[in-house]
């Protein structure tokens, strides 16, 4: 079975320019998460989609952060303008989804580091 | 909202030595419990997981841990560590009732054993 897969793996941009992340999860899990793990810390989660509707956005820095998943499978993570504070590993998670909890697959990582 | 603390940062120690990392959470409900590792250049993978029943659960590559409800701790264990145990572990808490079944992650503690 494929797991999660991101794209890029590695992105160095300077500050205020933009930058696009893209997940694809494992086939058949509805639910995708996007978090953001600084140097440091663990993973905080940004957004989370089932399907193609957003269950919880509430740490998504709506400012400059976007991301949608128009048909319910992959899913795009964009920051615009992007901060120095930006600089962290973008990971994306999938699972099942449903009423109970269901394990959750992780990503590989997309690593930005913002100059 | 749930919140989770893990004691140690970083844990050095020798092969064949006994581990065991602290994790406290704080919600007042009923919770899912897990402990992820993430292995040098990898991504993050599910150790083991507490839903119900016995509260010592056992979990990949011998690791366990144990719940206690009393504490709010869900700490993790193994004997007799082996150098390919080096990596990062993550507690990290699924609060039931929330919305969208999140996961809020540990700041990690980094382990490292010395062969």
């Known amino acids: 079975e494929a797991g999660v897969a991101q794209s890029p793996r590695y992105k160095i941009i300077e500050k205020r320019q933009s930058v696009a992340f893209w997940c694809n999860p494992i086939?058949?899990?509805?639910?995708l998460y996007w978090y953001q793990q600084i140097l440091g810390q663990g993973p905080k989660l940004l957004i989370q989609?089932?399907?193609?509707?957003?269950?919880?956005d509430s740490q998504l820095p709506k400012d400059r952060f976007s991301a949608e998943r128009l048909k319910g499978v992959d899913s795009t993570l964009k920051i615009q303008p992007a901060k120095l504070e930006d600089s962290a590993v973008y990971l994306c998670?999938?699972?099942?989804?449903?009423?109970?909890?269901?394990?959750?697959?992780f990503g590989p990582g997309t690593r930005l580091t913002v100059t | 909202a749930q919140s989770v603390s893990q004691h140690n940062h970083h844990v050095i120690l020798s092969e064949a030595a006994s581990l065991e990392l602290g994790c406290n959470y704080s919600?007042?409900?009923?919770?899912?419990l897990f402990w992820y590792v993430q292995y040098p250049g990898q991504h993050l993978q599910l150790l083991l997981k507490?839903?119900?029943?016995?509260?010592l659960v056992k979990g990949i590559k011998g690791f366990e841990a144990e719940f206690i409800k009393s504490k709010f701790s869900f700490n993790l264990r193994k004997p007799s560590v082996q150098w390919s145990d080096t990596a990062e572990y993550f507690c990290?808490?699924?609060?039931?009732?929330?919305?969208?079944?999140?996961?809020?992650f540990g700041g990690g503690t980094r382990v490292l054993v010395k062969p």
């Open positions: 998670a999938s699972s099942l989804g449903g009423v109970s909890y269901s394990e959750q697959y």
């Open positions: 919600y007042g409900g009923t919770v899912n």
């Open positions: 507490y839903f119900s029943g016995d509260p």
């Open positions: 989609f089932q399907n193609n509707g957003v269950v919880d």
């Open positions: 086939s058949g899990h509805a639910t």
């Open positions: 990290a808490v699924n609060a039931l009732g929330a919305a969208g079944n999140k996961l809020t």
